[in-house]
């Protein structure tokens, strides 16, 4: 039942705030604010000297925002692969591993087949899944569920935000098991991490600011992405909804490779999108920024009010954005990404909840 919207995908995107709450609670403990996630000893954080993360499409750039907080907030490293290429390396795998696959539907040929690799060579693994009874939930050690509920959009939303929440209790558990993050660091993240749901009200509240973007956007055959740190994992959520809902061609690229290569595309039929929010890291992405406005690339910036005031006058257009701390950042950055790719995909009067060519759930390589 799509209730008052006219897609699912509409609907999923605005859940979020709700579902975001439901996820939340259940891997942090409000009162003492900390990380609490049952079953989390199985993955022996402590004895780790990496962890294997794999997962295919949304679940896998999932995984690769967690990657800079498991290294950031527990210094555990990260080794992370898309499933289809992991499952053929053969890359050395014991009983001293641990495995994170990751996946909505819970059965995705490839993140189950990554999944019975590391298995079969001995690592334990840990399951985000969406799905409890799926495959993949029953044959991990351990399930990390997202309470998301059922989606149904062919683009995932809700489940993307709702692993990312999953994977911050998970990063700041280590952290603690690993003696990196003080009692204090930990309950100053989780605070921060209670505000997700209202924000991510806050994000949505900008959706007609979104919705004007559509129009000039739906004129491009092509968009660019840039962001750093974890808005780089965003830039190619960016791109990769772009392409699946409206069919135009994008790519999302870690800003600071603009330079080897994407800026022989900037001209000013470029829309380029970026998702930089006023952290340490801002001022590199805006130096990244000025490079594409002098070659007369057209910017959408994405980003709070400090950003905003900072930027010059490179962007043609901003999204502006409540002030938030790194942790939350990724989470809530989220939504206007999808939101950009849905109006996109509304004007253009594309099929928005089941994209040509597209399954909800790949069961086949
Ligand atoms: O069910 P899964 O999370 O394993 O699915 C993985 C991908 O197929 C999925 O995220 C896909 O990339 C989405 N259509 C992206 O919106």
Redesign the pocket.
């Known amino acids: 039942d799509k209730g008052n919207y006219k897609h699912f995908m509409a609907k999923e995107i605005h859940e979020q705030p709700e579902v975001l709450g439901h996820t939340l609670s259940r891997y942090f403990d409000y009162t003492t604010k900390r990380a609490r996630v049952e079953g989390a000893d199985q993955l022996k954080f402590k004895d780790l000297s990496r962890l294997i993360i794999t997962?295919?499409?949304?679940?896998?750039l999932a995984g690769l925002v967690s990657k800079y907080w498991f290294e950031k907030y527990a210094r555990l490293p990260v080794e992370i692969d898309i499933a289809s290429e992991f499952r053929y390396r053969e890359t050395p795998v014991s009983d001293k591993d641990t495995a994170l696959v990751?996946?909505?539907?819970?059965?995705?040929a490839d993140?189950l087949a990554s999944l019975r690799y590391c298995k079969t060579n001995g690592a334990t693994i840990g399951a985000i899944v969406n799905v409890p009874e799926s495959t993949i939930a029953r044959e991990a050690d351990r399930v990390f569920q997202t309470i998301a509920g059922p989606e149904i959009g062919?683009?995932?939303t809700k489940?993307?935000t709702c692993q990312l929440a999953v994977l911050a209790g998970l990063a700041l558990q280590a952290g603690r098991e690993r003696g990196v993050l003080t009692p204090e660091r930990e309950q100053e993240l989780v605070a921060e991490l209670i505000e997700v749901p209202s924000l991510a009200l806050k994000a949505l509240a900008r959706e007609s600011d979104i919705e004007k973007l559509a129009h000039p956007l739906s004129k491009a055959s092509n968009a660019l992405y840039l962001g750093r740190a974890t808005n780089f994992p965003l830039a190619l959520e960016g791109a990769?909804?772009l392409k699946?809902l409206s069919y135009i061609h994008a790519e999302g690229y870690a800003a600071g490779e603009l330079k080897h290569g994407p800026i022989a595309l900037i001209d000013e039929n470029m829309p380029v999108f970026v998702i930089a929010p006023f952290d340490a890291i801002y001022e590199k992405t805006v130096s990244n920024m000025q490079e594409v406005a002098a070659r007369g690339g057209r910017i959408v910036l994405i980003t709070d009010e400090r950003g905003a005031s900072e930027c010059g006058n490179a962007a043609e257009n901003t999204v502006i954005l409540p002030d938030m701390s790194d942790i939350v950042a990724p989470i809530i950055y989220a939504l206007p990404v999808q939101l950009i790719a849905y109006h996109t995909a509304v004007f253009m009067g594309t099929d928005v909840d089941q994209p040509r060519n597209?399954a909800?759930?790949?069961t086949v390589e």
């Open positions: 997962a295919c499409g949304t679940a896998y990751i996946s909505q539907s819970g059965e995705t993140t062919v683009a995932s489940a993307f990769l909804k699946e597209l909800k759930s790949v």
